[in-house]
């Protein structure tokens, strides 16, 4: 009898540490949650967040629920090679993000080596999924193709200004903008100037004295929010007359609020807003009554979490070999961002990018517009 009784007590224990064991698929949303961009790491956590709340409402992913963690990277490769290892300890499956390319890239190295999937909403540079990696996907378009758009843009409205080319020396940075040159140039329109700066800089008088010396009537600009609004407001204020045009890295409303009314008629390229699609309204609305807009990344990031479960679903296992090769196989998968099917790559087949200009919205404030 005591015997039987030492047996139930040992399998109620083992249940219990079992069930925990068993119960969570554990998932990584990575950003910058912190810093200067922290914008963009909202967007992705709250995103990712929403999205694991709804799935875990309709009893997870094979009858697992999903536990997420939340890791910051400040936009720093180094200190996103220290979240991929935290990860990779804690017993993360499957990671969303990064934002930044320079992140993702040598984080997804760690991934790749350690059996963890990684699906970025935002990173765009074509190496991300360009080197052979069986474990990188993307919700998000490639810069070749954004920088195609933005040339033949330029050639076609803007075809007799003289245009600066300036970038932030990052791989998403400066590899926008050169996709943006080559486009650019192959159309027939030569920049005047192609300068870089430095991530962080914030005295740009000397850079626009070099543009009004060379009579620049539009920037473009490859990088993000928080020096395109320094550069903007800076160049309204010492008297350079120039249209501003970037692409997927100033869409926060935070460049408004840095560049001031002087943001009004910038121009920049992304994704069809998913915020404006008829089946996404009640889910628009849930995250506007909790006081966070969902824009940019925001939803890009729901629907990576979406692919993961749909995957899994189709593959009936949550092991990330299986869930990759179904993501490659088994798709298209129904998203707020539509159905999405990926290539051999981890490159999903989207709707291409559109131009979207900065105005006032009727509140008073600013925010971009589909062109």
């Not at 629920?65 to 200190?79: A, F, H, R, T, Y």
């Not at 803007?158 to 940075?173: L, N």
């Not at 100037?193 to 740009?204: Q, R």
């Not at 707020?336 to 790559?345: E, F, I, P, Q, S």
Request: proline residues 5%.
């Amino acid at each position: 009898m005591k015997k039987t009784l030492l047996s139930a007590v040992a399998l109620t224990a083992l249940v219990a540490f079992g069930g925990n064991a068993w119960a969570d698929v554990m998932f990584g949303v990575a950003g910058p949650i912190t810093g200067p961009n922290a914008a963009f790491g909202a967007q992705l956590q709250k995103g990712a967040e929403a999205a694991v709340a709804a799935i875990n409402a309709k009893g997870g992913i094979n009858g697992e629920q999903i536990k997420l963690e939340v890791g910051d990277d400040v936009s720093d490769p180094k200190q996103g090679i220290s979240v991929a290892n935290k990860f990779v300890g804690d017993g993360v499956k499957f990671v969303i993000g990064h934002f930044n390319s320079g992140v993702s890239i040598p984080a997804s190295e760690v991934y790749a080596e350690n059996n963890i999937v990684e699906i970025t909403p935002a990173a765009t540079n074509p190496k991300f999924t360009e080197r052979g990696l069986w474990n990188v996907f993307r919700t998000c378009g490639r810069d070749d193709q954004q920088g195609s758009i933005a040339g033949a843009y330029i050639a076609a409205n803007f075809k007799d200004a003289k245009v600066a080319v300036v970038h932030d020396k990052t791989p998403y940075g400066q590899g926008l903008a050169d996709e943006t040159k080559k486009a650019m140039n192959a159309a027939g329109v030569k920049e005047v100037m192609y300068e870089g700066i430095n991530v962080g800089d914030k005295d740009f008088s000397a850079l626009i004295a070099k543009m009004k010396e060379a009579g620049v009537t539009l920037i473009y600009w490859g990088g993000l929010h928080t020096e395109a609004g320094l550069i903007i407001r800076q160049s309204a204020d010492q008297g350079l007359k120039a249209t501003m045009m970037s692409g997927d890295g100033i869409v926060t409303d935070e460049l408004a609020a840095i560049a001031g009314d002087a943001v009004a008629g910038t121009l920049n390229t992304f994704g069809p807003d998913p915020r404006l699609i008829p089946a996404n309204k009640e889910l628009v609305e849930k995250f506007r009554a909790q006081g966070f807009e969902p824009e940019a990344y925001t939803l890009y990031a729901y629907a990576a979490v979406q692919v993961v479960a749909e995957a899994a679903t189709a593959a009936k296992t949550n092991d990330p070999q299986a869930v990759a090769k179904a993501m490659h196989e088994s798709g298209p998968f129904p998203t707020v961002l539509g159905d999405l099917a990926y290539d051999a790559k981890g490159d999903p087949k989207l709707p291409g990018y559109i131009m979207y200009e900065w105005k006032k919205k009727d509140d008073g404030k600013y925010s971009w517009f589909p062109k």
